[in-house]
């Protein structure tokens, strides 16, 4: 038995490692060759519950642009221009490499026609290989402010899925890593939870799975049903929900510990003994996939006459920002940017963006009023023009990310283009010496401005598959600076991508003060720490909060004692409240919703952090 099983989501925070983990754990005990690959680069968690005897450790490292030769360099700006990633600026007589936008495409080391750009191999990851008991155990680390490396060591982590079964826990949401790991799966299990926001990210996870070839089956976690939103869409998605895994806190708190639930609780043992042989036989006969059913813009208001422009005009001065960010999603930031942005609505002075392009959620409790919309393009697409092709194969030397391929078909030696592994920069045509690629523009996402009933709202939506989420970041950004520039506003409230790649270090980067809302788990504090390396890096102010404190106060004094090593100031706690899930459900923050104990809380935050960055 070979066979790789993919366990996702719409976002983070829905349990899927929590599911990895215990389904690895179960599959053990009955079959041999069980494999478990943290394919999660950003926030690898899975080694913190099987805690495995690490064997082995290795660096992976590529060959990236270190630095350019002035004595060669004629600053024509080539190598700028090639750039798809805006990691390369040509100022007076300077050549700025940006490493934290990179990807190593090679674009500039190529087109530059004196040769002044100089490689050099790059660490990007740790790769470590251990075991835990029977289980083979596989994860890679991705270094601090390497953003776009992520698909690149989700590869290296993915040829460990070798005979018997791989479990692989997938990166959280829709772009470029999650493609990665999913693509060549014989299963991807989704997990997600029945509220707003888990719905929202389930179709968009559905359509990434079957746009690449993928038919997915769901599993519901937290499975308490407050109404039929999520069987209705899985029926009129047609898809299979292939089991349910109780709403328990004795789960919550047995999982902040580290610890496996289907070791620790023998009800849930048997439970996923019977979620993990249907897993297996739904692995052994793999579907084709079915049509997807939602378009790039169908989680936000559809106006007919809403302005279409894709170059709208550029804000000069920027807003001062607070961004609100997590080391991974799921842990309440979108929750807690909607109550500040309900506080905020009172002095009018306030723009707010949502830069979790990958799988956005603000919409959801703001309804945006759509104003301003233009399509966003971060990339090329590309394809091979057969007529015009003589076979020299240069373009499948050249490409870094390994997305050209050949075979012979009539004897006729054929190169093709893989639009999945490909990230559009474009070297391919530079060293196409026939003129046989032909490009366009790829469209990736679209950008929107909106109004809603707390002010401005800047925010975008990548589209199925897409790659560039962190440019599409920068682009909400710019928008959000002339959503404020229009309206007369001086501050700015962002939703930040979740994670450390880079989406995040796009949303952060050059900002006033982050704001880290954790929780009190293994993970938890896990994830703030790397997002807190991140933070330091760059030299940007943080504080931290963690939601749910009260499911281990141990962990919560921990994650205090974390903030003071960085420098980094305790701001609050929110605890454990079911308020919060019924303001989703009502579609408003808590703040609006009810004065409980988490709404007291997060003002008593919100007032502290005005306090700090005014």
Known sequence: MNLKIVISSGKGGTGKTFV????AFVLSKTYDNVRYLDCDVEAPNGHLFLKPQITKEENVTLLSPFKVDMNKCIHCGKCARACHYNAIAVVKDKVLIFNELCHACGACKVVCPV???????????????????????????????EGGMSPRLVKKVKEYARDGISIIDSPPGVSCPVVE?????????????????????????????????????VLVNRAHYYNNDLKDYCRSADLEIIGEIPDDRGIAEVYSRGEIIAEELKQYYDIFHKLSQKIIDAAQHKKEPKKIGINIVSNHSEEADVKMDSSPERAGK?????????????????SLTASFAALAALDKDTVISDCDVDAADLHLVLKPEIKERGVFSGGVAVEIIQDKCTGCGRCKEECRFEAIGDKVIDGVHRFFIDPVACEGCGVCIIVCEDNAIEAKDAVNGEWFISETRLGPLSHAKLGVAQENSGRLVTLVRDKEALAAQRTARSKAIIDGAPGTGCPVISSITGSEYTLIVTEPTVSGIHDAGRILDVTKHFGIPSGIVVNKYDLNPNITEEIRTLGKKYNAEFIGVIPYDEKVTEAQLAGVSVIEYAECEASRNIKEIWHKVMGIVG
Request: proline residues 4%; positive net charge; charged residues 30%.
């Open 318 to 334: 920027k807003p001062k920002e607070l961004v609100i960010i997590s080391g991974k999603g799921g842990t309440g930031k979108t």
């Open 115 to 145: 040769d002044a750009i100089i490689e050099k191999e790059k660490k990007i990851g740790t790769l470590k290989h251990g075991k835990s008991k029977n289980i083979d155990f596989h994860f890679c680390l991705l270094e601090t402010a």
């Open 181 to 217: 790991t999913v693509k060549d799966a014989d299963l991807c299990v989704l997990v997600t939870d029945p509220t707003p926001f888990g719905i929202n990210d389930l179709k968009l996870a559905v359509d990434m799975a079957r746009t690449i070839g993928q038919e997915p089956v």
């Open 20 to 23: 990895s983990t215990n389904t």
